[in-house]
């Protein structure tokens, strides 16, 4: 079983920045890539920016420039560097893993929970 923990939201001003967090956990041999995704209130679940095992990040055209993805290989974590963020960046950020190749060599996507993100203005 693969679980994603995800942490660092929380209520920051316009201009301001936050860094997220999620490390994926249990019996897991290697993971393809990992994601952010944002979902606004009303919204369906939106991609914001992946990674590959092998460093290759796409970005969601409204953050490039003030987000920035990477990953801990090891630690079978990825970060997400939010600066200069914008009201229309309020959402719940969620984690994504594609490709986690267990040790019972299945191989399985997976969701964390989700951390909000309030930007005032």
């Known amino acids: 079983q693969v679980q994603l923990v995800e942490s660092g939201g929380g209520l920051v001003q316009a201009g301001g920045s936050l860094r997220l967090s999620c490390t994926a956990s249990?019996?897991?041999?290697?993971?393809?890539?990992m994601g952010w995704y944002q979902q606004a209130q009303g919204k369906q679940r939106e991609l914001v920016a992946t990674?590959?095992?092998?460093?290759?990040?796409t970005y969601e055209e409204s953050v490039k420039g003030r987000f920035t993805i990477t990953t801990d290989n090891a630690r079978n974590t990825v970060y997400l560097q939010m600066n200069s963020l914008k009201p229309e960046d309020t959402a719940v950020y969620y984690c994504?893993?594609?490709?986690?190749?267990?040790?019972?060599?299945?191989?399985?996507?997976?969701w964390g929970k989700g951390t909000l993100v309030t930007v005032s203005s």
């Open positions: 994504g893993a594609d490709g986690v190749k267990t040790i019972a060599r299945s191989i399985v996507n997976a």
């Open positions: 249990g019996s897991i041999f290697s993971i393809d890539s």
């Open positions: 990674i590959t095992s092998g460093g290759r990040t």
